[in-house]
């Protein structure tokens, strides 16, 4: 199976860093897509964006953003000026069509933000 | 639109008993699948439909059955709970095709003791 890698198992940071949360991926193939979840304690999946890779182009939202570099398969995802909202686990995936490959999960990043 | 519906939101069973976690959902959606979750090991496929009438294998088959006989819903039995079974659930739906972004349910935590 190609993997999606997320080396950080568990980040803290105190409120107001800004922290930036790693993915690494594999793939043979020439399409696909990128995603990035957050579990709030909650335990609820909330999806936070989805790149494709055609489309290389840094994204920014608020104060979230993602670089996406295809030379080195990552998709690193970086809160700017964190809040203790921000707390969650958050998931990188990767589809590259239906079927079994599916949706393929890292393992996830505890990120703790502290007050 | 209600989305993904997962029932129940908890439950406990024994060794060996059997039950059905249930998955509905309202968007038309060709594809739903099965995950679980579990501690430092991120979310496993369990097994996936392209539609009525058509299911297949994930990553983690064994011990699960599915059946997909509507569109909308898409049922998960354990036919003879195992405590290595504990575990979050995870019901996800998506259309088919181009990478969409999946809608999952809000999960059921299953304990077997």
């Known amino acids: 199976a190609q993997k999606v890698t997320q080396a950080q198992t568990e980040i803290s940071v105190v409120e107001k860093e800004d922290v930036t949360l ?11 897509y990128l995603f990035w979840y957050k579990q709030p304690p909650s335990g609820e999946l909330v999806f936070l964006i989805r790149r494709n ?3 290389e182009q840094n994204e920014i939202s608020g ?41 393929t999960f890292g393992k996830g990043t505890h990120l703790i933000i502290q007050p | 639109n209600a989305g993904v519906t997962q029932t ?6 024994k060794t060996g008993q059997s039950m059905t976690l249930q998955c509905a959902q309202d968007m038309n959606h060709e594809y739903m699948s099965w995950y679980r979750q579990d501690p430092g090991m991120g979310l496993r496929l369990i097994h996936y439909s392209v539609g ?38 995870f019901c996800a739906s998506s259309l088919m095709g181009q990478g969409n972004g999946y809608t999952f349910g809000s999960g059921t935590r299953l304990t077997v003791v």
């Open chain 1, 22 to 32: 790693d993915c690494v991926y594999e793939t043979r193939d020439t399409t696909y």
């Open chain 1, 53 to 55: 890779s055609f489309d």
């Open chain 1, 63 to 103: 104060r979230y953003s993602w670089n996406f570099q295809k030379s080195t398969s990552s998709f690193n995802f970086t809160i700017t000026a964190s809040q203790v909202v921000d707390s969650a686990v958050y998931f990188c995936a990767r589809y590259s069509g239906g079927g079994a490959d599916g949706l």
């Open chain 2, 8 to 13: 129940p939101k908890f439950q406990v069973l």
């Open chain 2, 52 to 89: 009525a009438g058509i299911t297949d294998q994930g990553e983690v088959p064994n011990g699960y059955n599915v059946s997909r006989s509507t569109t909308e819903d898409f049922p998960l039995r354990l036919l003879s709970a195992a405590p290595s079974q504990t575990s979050v659930y």
